[in-house]
C-alpha cells in the first residue's frame, strides 16, 4: 500500500493498494480517505476504485510529479507463468486518477516479490527480485516515462541471491538491500550496501549486517525504509510481531 495527498484538497488522501494472488482480487486499486470527517480522524468515502484486474507485484512506489502539484504512481503486472516487465503508471491530479499509461521496459521477471523505490529527487527507480534482480531506471517526472535501464545483477542468477528490500540513501551514493534465504529452516539472512558511484556496483557489495535464524529462534532481516529524518529502517521478522524496528542507519 501506499498513500498519496489529494492534489486538489489537503484533506484528502489516496491509499492504493495491490492484490497480487491470482484467485483472490486480483488488481490494483484505490480508496479515498476524508479527513473532514470523525473530528480529523477522517473515514473513508470510496472504497476498493478498481484501476486494473490484473494481478500486480506486491510493491508500489509514489513520485511527485515534475510540477510539484500532482503525484505519479506505479505498480507493475505480474504472471507466473509468462514474465513481464510492463510498468503500469497512474497520474494523480486535481481532477482525479488517470492512466495506465503502460511501458515495457527493464528486466524480463515472473516474482511477484519484487520491490522498487524511488532515489529522494526522483530522477532513477531502483528494482529488486527474490530471483536476484538488481537494477536501475531513469525517471521523468514531467512526463512520468522510464528510459535507461541499468542491469547490475541478472534477473535469475543460479544460486538466487534473494532480495527482499531496498532503500536508497538520502544522498543517494548508497544502495541497501535485506537478503533473505527462501529454503527452510531459513538460517541466513543480510544486510547489503552497494556504492552507486563504484565503475562495478555489485563489486562493491559490503555486508553490514549478517543474522542466524535456527530452530525458531534468532532474526530474520525484513523491510528497509527511508525515514522524515533521513535514517533507513531495517525491521526484523518473526521476533518482533509488533514490528519494532531494530537497527538504523545514518
Not at 108 to 135: H, M, P, V, W, Y
Request: include cysteine; aromatic fraction near 14%.
Amino acid at each position: 500500500m501506499t498513500i498519496i495527498p489529494d492534489p486538489a484538497n489537503s484533506n484528502k488522501f489516496y491509499l492504493f493498494h495491490v492484490g497480487i494472488t491470482t484467485n483472490t482480487n486480483p488488481g490494483f486499486y484505490y480508496s479515498k480517505i476524508d479527513l473532514n470527517y470523525n473530528g480529523g480522524l477522517g473515514k473513508v468515502v470510496q472504497k476498493n476504485i478498481q484501476l486494473s484486474n490484473l494481478p500486480f507485484v506486491d510493491e508500489i512506489a509514489a513520485v511527485k510529479h515534475g510540477n510539484g502539484r500532482d503525484w505519479w504512481v506505479i505498480g507493475k503486472n505480474w504472471d507466473v507463468q509468462v514474465p513481464q516487465n510492463s510498468f503500469f503508471v497512474y497520474l494523480v491530479d486535481p481532477s482525479g486518477v488517470s492512466g495506465p499509461f503502460i511501458q515495457n521496459i527493464g528486466s524480463i521477471t515472473n516474482a511477484n516479490s519484487n520491490r522498487f523505490k524511488f532515489n529522494k529527487d526522483g530522477s532513477t527507480l531502483f528494482q529488486i527480485s527474490a530471483f536476484s534482480l538488481l537494477e536501475s531506471l531513469d525517471f521523468n517526472r514531467c512526463t512520468g516515462t522510464f528510459s535507461s535501464p541499468n542491469n547490475f545483477q541478472q534477473n535469475g542468477t543460479n544460486p538466487p541471491t534473494t532480495y527482499w528490500s531496498l532503500a536508497i540513501s538520502p544522498d543517494g551514493s548508497k544502495l541497501y538491500t535485506s537478503v533473505i534465504s527462501l529454503i527452510q529452516p531459513y538460517e541466513d539472512s543480510y544486510l547489503f550496501q552497494y556504492d552507486l558511484n563504484a565503475p562495478n556496483v555489485l563489486a562493491s557489495q559490503d555486508t553490514l549486517g549478517h543474522w542466524k535464524y535456527i530452530n525458531s529462534v534468532g532474526i530474520i532481516s525484513g523491510m528497509l525504509q527511508l525515514g522524515p529524518d533521513n535514517k533507513i529502517y531495517l525491521s526484523n521478522t518473526y521476533e518482533a510481531p509488533d514490528c519494532e524496528f531494530f537497527l538504523s542507519l545514518l
